[in-house]
Nanobody, 124 residues
Framework: QVKLVESGGGLVQAGDSLRLSCTAS????????MAWFRQAPGKEREFAAG????????FYPDSVKGRFTISRDNAKNTVYLQMNSLKPEDTALYYC?????????????????WGQGTQVTVSS
């Protein structure tokens, strides 16, 4: 059973940066597809960033491209999300997700394991 634990959320001002971390246990992290999703109140969960087995394989939606960077450290079983130039519309509960099958995907249904989430709030 894979367990994912997120950390690093908080309250920041527009234009600030945050780095989220997600540490995995109970599985083979190095062969997992990892992703970050986010969900704002009253909205559907949306894809924020993904990274494949190879650290050079990353994927972002247009809404965060150029501002967010996903990375992974397989030695630490940890995936990171560096968020720069934060905007109030980035406010959401951010979830880490993992998949052991398939390729890099932006669809929540393709991920099997989920963390509990870490709150990011960006004030204007």
């Amino acid at each position: 059973q894979v367990k994912l634990v997120e950390s690093g959320g908080g309250l920041v001002q527009a234009g600030d940066s945050l780095r989220l971390s997600c540490t995995a246990s109970g599985g083979t992290f190095s062969t997992s597809i990892m992703a970050w999703f986010r969900q704002a109140p009253g909205k559907e969960r949306e894809f924020a960033a993904g990274i494949g087995w190879s650290v050079s394989s990353t994927f972002y939606p247009d809404s965060v491209k150029g501002r967010f960077t996903i990375s992974r450290d397989n030695a630490k079983n940890t995936v990171y999300l560096q968020m720069n130039s934060l905007k109030p519309e980035d406010t959401a509960l951010y979830y880490c997700a993992a998949s052991k099958v398939g390729g890099l995907s932006g669809q929540a249904r393709d991920y099997t394991y989920w963390g509990q989430g870490t709150q990011v709030t960006v004030s204007s």
